[in-house]
Nanobody, 124 residues
């Protein structure tokens, strides 16, 4: 499984960005697609995921209501629509794929496949 994230950039607080994660083949039909982020000096943290089985989206409390995770109809691409961005959202964002069980969907350790990361910088 090969993943490539894109769409990061510099945006002012309150603005929006849309991240994309392209994959080789119909990855997200058989894999859960997740987004994680890592800010300078902090550990990688869960942002959002869409489960391969029930197609339900799951979010970290810090982004709920502002971010939306989705995938395209062909299930080749995973998206993260980010609205109402805050300076605290500044981080490198990574997409990942996993066949983990639902109870572990928020655990980065359960995702064996990762994209290269894309930097999101939110200015105040």
């Amino acid at each position: 499984v090969q993943l490539q994230a894109s769409g990061g950039g510099l945006v002012q607080a309150g603005g929006s960005l849309r991240l994309s994660c392209s994959s080789s083949g119909r990855t997200f039909s058989s894999y859960t697609g997740g987004w994680f982020r890592q800010a300078p000096g902090k550990e990688r943290e869960f942002v959002a995921a869409i489960h391969r089985g029930n197609s339900i989206a799951y979010y970290a409390d810090s982004v709920k209501g502002r971010f939306t995770v989705s995938r395209d109809g062909a299930k080749n691409t995973l998206f993260l629509q980010m609205n109402s961005l805050k300076p605290d959202d500044t981080a490198v964002y990574y997409c990942a794929a996993s066949r983990t069980v639902l109870s572990s969907i928020r655990s980065a350790n359960e995702y064996p496949h990762w994209g290269q990361g894309t930097l999101v910088t939110v200015s105040s």
